[in-house]
């Protein structure tokens, strides 16, 4: 079944301890992208992937590290996370070019 | 940078109401695509519309591209309480690969 796998589903941890959520798609996608979802501000990129080695800054990378050192993974790294970093997290895939994007099922992270 | 507006933010409608959202980009679209999030859900991928003034209808769903290719809409004639969810409007400048994703319209409907 082709599909997005985000784990772990849910997280609470304690500022400033490094954490890192997977992410691992099995369609052979060349961009891969990580999303965070807060309430009244939609979905905001965090970084993304146009292919192996290729990672780029989306709109709110602070804070945050990504590698893509295979196609079917691209892991999102918390350094050292704060109260901030509370939020809905979403990984996605998809095909260059204009084709639709496939979700992950979401990793809610708690930083107290 | 590019950035995706979408109105309204929340909308809450009595089963059989219309209900319309409405996507703005402040850059020009080479594609526009709406997702559709259920509640407790990720977004999933409804449509892509590509040509300038483009419409597309999904059953009781319609979607537009605006002529200048920096807004969209979406308009669901008699809502039903499945149709419950945020939908999102995602957009991609022509020549870059990024996807941006608007802020969602969170709608709501009563039996």
């Known amino acids: 079944e082709a599909q997005v796998t985000q784990n772990p589903r849910y997280l609470i941890t304690v500022t400033g301890k490094k954490l890192t959520v997977t992410c691992s798609q099995n369609?052979?996608?060349?961009?891969m992208s990580w999303y965070r979802q807060d309430p009244g501000l939609g979905l905001r990129q965090i970084y993304y992937?146009?292919?192996?080695?290729?990672?780029d800054k989306g709109d709110v990378p602070e804070g945050y590290k990504v590698s893509r050192k295979e196609k079917r993974n691209f892991p999102l790294i918390l350094e050292s996370p704060s109260p901030n970093q509370t939020s809905l997290y979403f990984c996605a895939s998809k095909i260059t070019g204009n084709t639709e994007a496939f979700f992950g099922q979401g990793t809610r992270l708690t930083v107290v | 940078g590019q950035q995706v507006m979408q109105i309204p933010q929340y909308q809450h409608v009595q089963e059989g109401e219309d209900f319309t959202t409405y996507c703005n980009s402040s850059?020009?679209?080479?594609?526009i695509q709406w997702y559709k999030q259920r509640p407790g859900g990720h977004p999933v991928f409804l449509i892509q519309l590509v040509k300038s003034g483009e419409v597309k209808k999904q059953k009781r769903l319609t979607f537009q591209f605006g002529e200048a290719k920096k807004n969209s809409s979406l308009h669901i004639t008699a809502t039903q309480t499945t149709d419950v969810g945020t939908y999102f409007c995602?957009?991609?400048?022509?020549?870059?690969?990024?996807?941006?994703f608007g802020t969602g319209t969170r709608l709501l409907v009563s039996p």
């Open positions: 992937s146009m292919n192996v080695e290729v990672t």
């Open positions: 369609m052979n996608h060349e961009y």
């Open positions: 850059t020009t679209l080479s594609n």
């Open positions: 995602a957009g991609k400048e022509t020549g870059f690969q990024k996807l941006v």
